[in-house]
T-cell receptor, first 113, second 113 residues
Framework: DGGITQSPKYLFRKEGQNVTLSCEQN?????MYWYRQDPGQGLRLIYY???????QKGDIAEGYSVSREKKESFPLTVTSAQKNPTAFYLC????????????FGPGTRLTVT | DAKTTQPPSMDCAEGRAANLPCNHS???????VYWYRQIHSQGPQYIIH???NNETNEMASLIITEDRKSSTLILPHATLRDTAVYYC??????????????FGSGTQLTVLP
């Protein structure tokens, strides 16, 4: 946090609905990331972007989509194709993609029933 | 990234120094040692990183052994708010790759009143 905003903190959706998670940053960082964290587990990379209008799939991109139209914003859409969408979603930024330390937002806890 | 080994849990009395060890015996010359922590239900927080020299910032000190095979994170005056899982990560700072963060199991630090 401290310059990275994720909203909302808690989100509830019915199965079959698409949902978009917001991530905004005012750190002027080039790189942005979306991770998923399941209970008691580590982070898994969904998508990342190192520049506006460019993004790359991470390890578990299926069922998710992103856009990077502005440097400050990197929204994540969880589609109905994602089989197990209930999780804690974390957005992170870094000055550059080359391995700089990453700064995380507070996270959004998504529950799909 | 080099593998790291951390104790699963540690306790520390409030106000005392917390010393969290990490073994990374397979570290290579271009790999840095990073420390992050995650307080329950929050996003991870970057703490500090170093290559071979000891480092200090407002949060902590990082002591890296001369052979670079192990390191210690020191929280000089632990408070109850320092209770978290602490992750030691070894990774290079090189261009051309996403360099996602991979968290191991970390050390659960509990600061006791």
């Amino acid at each position: 946090d401290g310059g990275i905003t994720q909203s909302p903190k808690y989100l509830f959706r019915k199965e079959g609905q698409n949902v978009t998670l917001s991530c905004e940053q005012n750190l002027n960082h080039d790189a942005m990331y979306w991770y998923r964290q399941d209970p008691g587990q580590g982070l898994r990379l969904i998508y990342y972007s190192q520049i506006v209008n460019d993004f790359q799939k991470g390890d578990i991109a299926e069922g998710y989509s992103v856009s990077r139209e502005k440097k400050e914003s990197f929204p994540l859409t969880v589609t109905s194709a994602q089989k197990n969408p209930t999780a804690f979603y974390l957005c992170a930024t870094a000055r550059q993609i080359l391995g700089d330390e990453q700064y995380f937002g507070p996270g959004t806890r998504l529950t799909v029933t | 990234d080099a593998k790291t080994t951390q104790p699963p849990s540690m306790d520390c009395a409030e106000g005392r120094a917390a010393n969290l060890p990490c073994n990374h015996s397979t570290i290579s010359g271009n790999e840095y040692v990073y420390w992050y922590r995650q307080i329950h239900s929050q996003g991870p927080q970057y703490i500090i990183h170093g290559l071979k020299n000891n480092e200090t910032n407002e949060m902590a000190s990082l002591i890296i052994t001369e052979d670079r095979k192990s390191s210690t994170l020191i929280l000089p005056h632990a408070t109850l708010r320092d209770t978290a899982v602490y992750y030691c990560i070894v990774r290079p700072r090189v261009s051309g790759s996403a360099r996602q963060l991979t968290f191991g199991s970390g050390t659960q630090l509990t600061v006791l009143p």
